[in-house]
């Protein structure tokens, strides 16, 4: 079973795929932590919190209960990754990475070239812990590191998007951006979300588009160049997500996408707006929680009860997925 899962944490972003092959793939982590008894005790409390019915009010506060990604994934039965896709080196993209990788031990790591240096100011709600570790793995000779990967729009390899005799769709990831020359601006300007990879995920038919933090230029280049691929997806993971950024969303008319998931914000900075506009539903983390999806039949599930309520009175809690069934993405 292939099922796609997008997790609360904070205003930062994780996502999880769980491929036909036994491997699975995160991209973006955020919020990992060290597992210890008193945080997984800690972290049942909230989840028994979140299934309350305060949140039915309007506002669902679920920004409020966010996921340790590392708990996440051991209490799914997930105790390996294959593939660990950074976007691009933003805090909110690699928040806890140390300890994620402590625990999983990524077998290959998707990164952007980049020479990124950053400053740690007192309050930060980043470790520099993680951005070191980071840049210890981003700074190693390609010998020893031979499972770090830069990869470009186009980009065809083993695993990825082939099979490992060389044929087939292996697991079903097409990379859309960044170009060389996105990276290469990026570099220049030390404003990296326009060389954010982009990935177009397909399974059973389906398509799922993980957008990063992508801007308007790697948009321009995704619509001249992969137009067939992104138009009438089903299911996108917003840009950024989903705050307004001061970008434009004319790509929406392209993607009209069936269903988008946002991140966590203030609603005063997310593009409801835009997609209102054009009459596309959306979800957001703070009104379910985790959201996880059956790659099979793009059945929809929530960790938060009383949105599945509200969304569908018969919702019921599957086992399988650890939510609630809120409905199909058609």
């Not at 793939?25 to 008894?37: E, G, L, Q």
């Not at 966010?66 to 990754?81: A, C, F, W």
């Not at 959201?291 to 399988?320: L, Q, W």
């Amino acid at each position: 079973m292939a099922v796609i899962h997008f997790l609360n944490v904070k205003e930062g972003d994780c996502s999880v795929i769980q491929h036909y092959s036994g491997h699975v793939t995160i991209i973006d982590v955020c919020n990992a932590k060290p597992v210890t008894f008193v945080e997984t005790l800690k972290d049942q409390a909230l989840k028994e919190t979140a299934k309350s019915d305060l949140g039915i009010r309007g506002n669902f506060q679920q920004k409020l209960y966010p996921v340790n990604p590392v708990i996440y994934l051991k209490d799914h039965g997930i105790s390996s990754v294959f593939r660990f896709i950074l976007t691009h080196p933003d805090m909110d993209h690699l928040d806890g990475i140390k300890a994620f990788f402590d625990e999983f031990n990524p077998t290959n790591l998707w990164d952007i070239d980049n020479n990124l240096e950053k400053d740690f100011e007192d309050g930060s709600p980043y470790s520099e812990d993680d951005w070191d570790f980071y840049t210890s793995l981003r700074d190693r000779e390609p010998d020893d590191n031979p499972n770090r990967l830069t990869l470009f729009s186009g980009a065809k390899g083993k695993y990825w998007n082939t099979s490992e005799d060389g044929t087939g769709g292996g697991d079903g990831l097409q990379i859309l951006a960044p170009t060389k020359a996105l990276v290469n601006d990026a570099r220049e300007s030390d404003d990296y979300n326009d060389c954010s990879y982009v990935l177009l995920y397909r399974t059973d038919e389906h398509r799922i588009l993980f957008g990063g933090d992508s801007h308007d230029k790697t948009w321009e280049h995704i619509l001249s160049n992969h137009e067939g691929s992104v138009r009438d997806v089903d299911l996108l993971i917003a840009p950024h997500h989903g705050r307004k950024s001061g970008r434009s969303y004319a790509f929406l008319d392209v993607l009209k996408p069936k269903m988008t998931f946002f991140g966590n914000a203030r609603s005063e900075h997310l593009a409801y707006d835009a997609w209102n506009y054009r009459g596309l539903p959306f979800i957001t983390n703070n009104q379910a929680g985790c959201i996880m999806v059956d790659g099979k039949d793009m059945s929809v599930y929530v960790t938060h009860k009383p949105f599945a309520e509200a969304r569908n009175p018969k919702t019921f809690y599957d086992r399988a997925f650890q939510g609630f069934y809120v409905g199909y993405i058609a």
